[in-house]
C-alpha cells in the first residue's frame, strides 16, 4: 500500500490554449514573410539583430575563446556519445529472406536527409543538447545537419554551444531560438536546406511549434517538462538521494521530482535535507529547485520492492534511478522509463552531460510507449520484395482471394492479372470476367 509522505500540490499541465493560439501565428506569419518575417521575431524575442548564420570566422574565434579544459571535456563528451550512438547503429541490419521459394523480400535503413537540431540557451545554455542531438545524427547518416540556438541580445551565441555543434559535425548554425528558429529550420530560410525531422528539448512553446509541425516533418517527441524518479531501499545514502533530487529539481520550477522507497528512515532524512540544499544553490537554481519541490515533487512509502517497482512503472519517469540493492533484479523488472540510471555511483547528470547515453528523452509518461532519441529516429526503416514468376503464384492467388473478401477488387486483378499473364492455362479459379 502506498503512503504519500509528500504530495504534489499542482500538476504539470499541458500547454495553454493561448501558448496554441501564438505559436500557431508565428508559424503562419513566417511561412508566409519568410526571412523578414523571422528576423522580425528574432528581434522581438532574442533582442538580437547580428548575423543570422554563425560564419566560419565566428566559429574560429569561438574555439579561441575558450579554455583548452573546456574543449577537452566537449570532445570527451562527443566522443562518448558518438561511440554510444555507433554501436545502436549496429543493431539495426539491412537483411533479405527468401520468405517463400523464389519470393525474397527485405529491410533497409535509409538516414533522414536533412536534421534540424534545436539546442536550448534561455535560462541555461545546453552545451550538451547540441552534443547529443548534432553528434546522433551525423552518426546516423544524415548529409545535412543544422543546429539552432539562441543568441544572447549582445554577445549572440555562448561560444560553447558554436565549438561543440561545430565540432559535433553541424554543416550550419543558426543564431535565433524559439518558434522562429524551429520554422526557419522546417521552412529552409536564410539558405538552409528544409529539415526533414526536428529534434531537441526547448521550452513550451518550442515543444508547440514542433507539436504543431508534425506531420510536415518529424520530431523526436512532444516533450514536457523534464522529471526524475529515485527508487531507493534502507541502503541508499540519503544525502545522495536528496543531492540527486535537488539537481534534477534545478531544471525547471515544474520539473517534477519524485522518490519511491520502503523506508520510513530515509524518506525521513531526506525531506530534511532536501530543503538545505536547494537553500544552497545559486540563486536562479534555487528558485527553480524550491518551486519544483514545493509544488510537484512526491515522496512515496512503499511496502515492499515490487510495490516501488509498480508504482514507477505507472510513472513512467524520463530519468529512472535505482539506489537499492540486487540492481540486476531491477533492470530486468523495471519496464517503463527514458534512461536507467544503476547504483548510487551513477547519475542522471552524467546521463545529461557526458556518459554517451542520450539526455533527449521521454516525458510527461510518454516512456509508457517510446524510448529517447537515437539513431533509430534519424533513419527511416524501409521494406522491400522482389520475386520469380513461380515464386508469386501462391502470394498472388491469396491476395486475390483475401482482396475480394475485403470488397477491393482492384486489388484482387492487380494479383489476378499476373496469375493470367504468367499461368494461363490454371486460371480456371478465375471469374470470367476477370479473365484477359
Known sequence: MRTYLKGARRKVEADTPDVQIAVA???????????SAALAYAAKFDKFSGQTLVSREEIERASRSLSQE???????????????AELQKTTVQDFETEILPGFITGQKSIPVDCAG??????????????????????VAGCRKITACSPPHSTEGMP???????HVCGADQILAMGGVQGVAAMTFGLFGLPKANILVGPGNQFVAEAKRQLFGRVGIDMVAGPTDSLILADETADAHLVATDLVSQAEHGYNSPVWLVTNSLELAKKVLTAVPDLIAALPDLNRVNAEAAWRDYAEVVLCSTREEMAATSDEYAPEHLTVQAEDLDWWLSRLTAYGSLFLGEETTVSYGDKAAGTNHVLPTSRAAHYTGGLSVHKFMKIVTWQRTSREGSKAVARATSRLSRLEGMEGHARAADARLAKYFPTETSDLSASDRP
Do not use: W
Open 117 to 138: 537540431c534545436y539546442v536550448p540557451g534561455g535560462r541555461y545554455s545546453h552545451i550538451s543538447s547540441a552534443i547529443m542531438t548534432v553528434t546522433t545524427a551525423k
Open 70 to 84: 573546456l574543449k577537452d571535456d566537449i570532445h570527451f563528451a562527443h566522443d562518448n556519445v558518438r561511440r554510444f
Open 159 to 165: 561560444p560553447a554551444i558554436i565549438y561543440a555543434a
Open 25 to 35: 501565428k508565428i508559424l503562419e506569419d513566417i511561412e508566409q514573410g519568410g526571412n
